[in-house]
């Protein structure tokens, strides 16, 4: 095996130094067969794999092997030269090859002026057609391929800060979009070679004539119809065994370049959307029939006309066939699957109902992958906090608007939102500048405006600075952001159980310590839940029952252990909301107001506090929280241990995202900045 990758990695440099042989040294006329013939069948094999290819990044070799079989085709264009003009006049017509002279006499048929119409007819085709057409191709595609890329990388920045894909998928789609537009430049300056290799055999062949014309002449002493017979002849073979791979290279050119990216090939693909309608067939059918009363043949418009409409026919019918076997095969399900009254008793902990023009999204070929989308999210709300996410029951609503989806947690509605599948959702930077057209909306992860927009717009949007979803990442986007949001409610009996068994194997001394000794699984449960509801992950959950088998035989108040906790991640804690310089900026609470709430909390349970008192402290900790929510940054009140929890079931209703804090979860490597302090005097004066 080793031996034989080297032999591989020796090939092309012994290629390299064997076409340099070639140009300086006289080749035998059956080693020139031989390669002539090679050459030939190296373009019918590129050309097949170009046909076959579903996305052009499968054929990526194809520029650099376009400059090789280039450069052969150069080399080998010299390398006959020599023999017609060396060898002409002893050899006659076999002084190239039997290849060049068989083409040669295949083409002009006896005659030469035939001969050479035909051929420059060839030659203009291959130069004027395939040629300009190939390289014009790929100048666009290279162009349009440079300019979508800073959109391509912000699209993907763009899902992996939404987490719709996680960091390995956005390497990969990275290099997978740098490879393209790499592919697309590297054949703008291949497709170069393709016409400069036309032209280079033009020029070769009217050597070929007049070089030939001048020795066969002048130093072999041909008469004029001789030498015009011999040398236009063996010029007409050498072109036309050099045009013909070249032809069939410059064609696969524009058959890669011109591919996107498919789930099939070319082949499957022509007959797919060429002969899936039966209208164009029938109109063809209707014109073939009218041509029959000229003086066209009648055989032939007769045959194609009637295996157009034949076929116009039978895909007329096809899809009456499959309508007649649903209807046939509907009613018999009930009996073949019995549906006992309790099956209806059974409520999915969540569900996605999708309008009618949303059922699409939902299948698994699409382009976006819902049910693809959907995994990743769970695999993400895994990875973040540490609950496994139940499985999605999707299904269509009829009662809801085409373009209209809603979300169920146990059987209730907790959102809904509207979806369009032929537009994007485009995001703004700044939530109160609307600089794009569109269907307002919402970001259903951030809560900033966006606008649903036209995929004809993607570059504009891009251009100032929109981030771009799919409609089916904006869906999953969705279902992210609500499992965040009620994951403690997504966190069952069965779901606890599940966690825990898992940790079991890995980790059982820990599992059997705490349950069912000292907590039922029921106060884990109840624990974990609280976690949950605050944002903090149960991803360590082996340090989480570590923490609660050291505490639960001094109290079994939830509140109390979640508060133990809590300072056990404090690491995790402060590392969700201090910035890259380990600086965390709160609101704190004045210690005589902190003892005030203190006294007014009773042990175990909220104490009765005033509601003016209450209106006053949510107004004065909303108004010391804004400067943090202006800057973008996360809205910390951090108070004493004793009333973090109570005051926070207090305040965090009325406030939104207010995130409160204790003193012991502050790591000591936590630099706190205080921007305010609520005191009873400014209660007092508010």
Same mark, same amino acid.
């Given at each position: 095996m080793l031996a034989l990758t080297r032999w591989k990695d020796l090939m092309l440099p012994l290629a390299v130094v064997a076409s340099v042989l070639v140009l300086l040294v006289p080749l035998p006329t059956a080693l020139m067969d031989l390669l002539l013939i090679a050459n030939m069948a190296l373009a019918i094999i590129v050309l097949l794999q170009a046909i076959n290819i579903r996305t052009p990044l499968e054929f990526s070799i194809f520029p650099s092997l376009l400059l090789i079989t280039t450069t052969c085709r150069l080399v080998l264009n010299v390398a006959t030269t020599r023999l017609i003009l060396g060898q002409a006049p002893e050899d006659q017509l076999l002084a190239a090859g039997q290849v060049i002279f068989a083409f040669g006499e295949f083409v002009t048929g006896g005659d030469v002026a035939v001969g050479a119409t035909i051929f420059l007819i060839i030659a203009v085709i291959q130069f004027v057609v395939i040629t300009k057409g190939a390289n014009r191709i790929s100048e666009v595609a290279a162009r349009f391929a440079l300019d979508g890329l800073p959109g391509h990388q912000m699209a993907i920045d763009a899902d992996l800060q939404a987490g719709i894909i996680d960091e390995h998928d956005a390497v990969r789609q990275r290099e997978k979009v740098t490879r393209q537009a790499d592919f697309y430049g590297t054949m703008d300056g291949a497709s170069k070679f393709v016409r400069g290799d036309a032209i280079a055999g033009m020029v070769i062949i009217a050597v070929n004539i007049v070089g030939g014309l001048l020795i066969g002449i002048f130093r072999a002493g041909l008469a004029p119809a001789d030498a015009i017979g011999l040398y236009v002849k063996l010029a007409i073979g050498d072109g036309l065994v050099s045009q013909l791979p070249a032809y069939l290279i410059s064609l696969a050119a524009g058959l890669i370049v011109t591919r996107s990216t498919q789930s099939s090939n070319l082949p499957a693909q022509l007959l797919q959307q060429l002969f899936s309608r039966p209208r164009p067939l029938a109109i063809a059918a209707c014109f073939l029939g009218v041509l029959l009363f000229t003086d066209l043949?009648?055989?032939?418009?007769?045959?194609?006309?009637?295996?157009?409409?034949?076929?116009?026919?039978?895909?007329?019918?096809?899809?009456?066939?499959?309508?007649?076997?649903?209807?046939?095969?509907?009613?018999?399900?009930?009996?073949?699957?019995?549906?006992?009254?309790?099956?209806?008793?059974?409520?999915?902990?969540?569900?996605?109902?999708?309008?009618?023009?949303?059922?699409?999204l939902a299948r698994s070929d699409h382009h976006a992958g819902l049910l693809s989308r959907i995994s990743q999210v769970r695999q993400q709300v895994a990875s973040e906090i540490g609950i496994v996410l139940p499985g999605v029951r999707i299904r269509d609503n009829l009662g809801l608007p085409p373009q209209s989806y809603r979300f169920k947690i146990g059987g209730s509605e907790v959102a809904r939102g509207t979806v369009y599948p032929d537009k994007l959702l485009a995001v703004g930077r700044q939530p109160d500048v609307q600089l794009i057209t569109g269907e307002l909306a919402e970001d259903p992860q951030s809560g900033q405006t966006a606008v649903w927009i036209e995929h004809s717009q993607r570059s504009q949007a891009t251009t100032w600075g929109y981030r771009l979803l799919e409609p089916v990442a904006a869906l999953a986007t969705h279902l992210k952001s609500l499992a965040l949001q009620h994951a403690d409610e997504l966190l069952t009996r069965d779901a606890t159980s599940h966690l825990i068994n898992e940790l079991r194997k890995t980790s059982p001394v820990v599992v059997d310590e705490l349950i069912p000794g000292l907590m039922k699984l029921s106060a884990v449960q109840q624990v974990l839940q609280l976690l949950l &509801?605050?944002?903090?992950?149960? /991803?360590?959950?082996?340090? *989480?029952?570590?923490?609660?088998?050291?505490?639960?035989?001094? +109290?079994?108040?939830?509140?109390?252990?979640?508060?133990?906790?809590?300072?056990?991640?404090?690491?995790?804690?402060?590392?969700r909301y201090r910035d890259e310089k380990q600086r965390m900026s709160v609101v704190t609470l004045d210690p005589g107001l902190e003892d005030l709430l203190v006294s007014d909390f009773r042990a175990g349970e909220m104490g009765d506090v005033e509601p003016e008192f209450l209106d006053q402290l949510c107004?004065?900790?909303?108004?010391?929280?804004?400067?943090?929510?202006?800057?973008?940054?996360?809205?910390?009140?951090?108070?004493?241990?004793?009333?973090?929890?109570?005051? &926070?079931?207090?305040?965090?209703? /009325?406030?939104?995202?207010? *995130?409160?804090?204790?003193?012991?979860?502050?790591?000591?490597? +936590?630099?706190?900045?205080?921007?305010?302090?609520?005191?009873?005097?400014?209660?007092?004066?508010?």
């Open positions: 043949p009648v055989l032939p418009l007769l045959a194609l006309g009637t295996g157009c409409a034949g076929l116009a026919w039978v895909l007329i019918r096809q899809p009456s066939q499959e309508s007649t076997s649903t209807i046939k095969t509907a009613p018999a399900t009930p009996h073949n699957r019995s549906q006992r009254i309790e099956d209806y008793l059974t409520v999915d902990p969540l569900e996605l109902e999708l309008g009618l023009g949303l059922v699409a &509801r605050e944002g903090i992950t149960i /991803r360590p959950l082996e340090t *989480v029952l570590e923490t609660l088998a050291d505490h639960a035989v001094e +109290t079994s108040d939830p509140m109390q252990l979640v508060e133990q906790v809590r300072q056990r991640l404090s690491r995790t804690i402060c590392d107004q004065q900790l909303t108004e010391s929280v804004a400067p943090l929510v202006s800057a973008g940054k996360p809205p910390l009140l951090l108070v004493q241990t004793t009333v973090r929890s109570r005051l &926070r079931n207090l305040v965090v209703g /009325r406030i939104p995202g207010l *995130v409160v804090l204790s003193y012991d979860e502050i790591t000591p490597d +936590t630099w706190v900045e205080s921007i305010d302090s609520v005191s009873t005097e400014t209660l007092i004066a508010a």
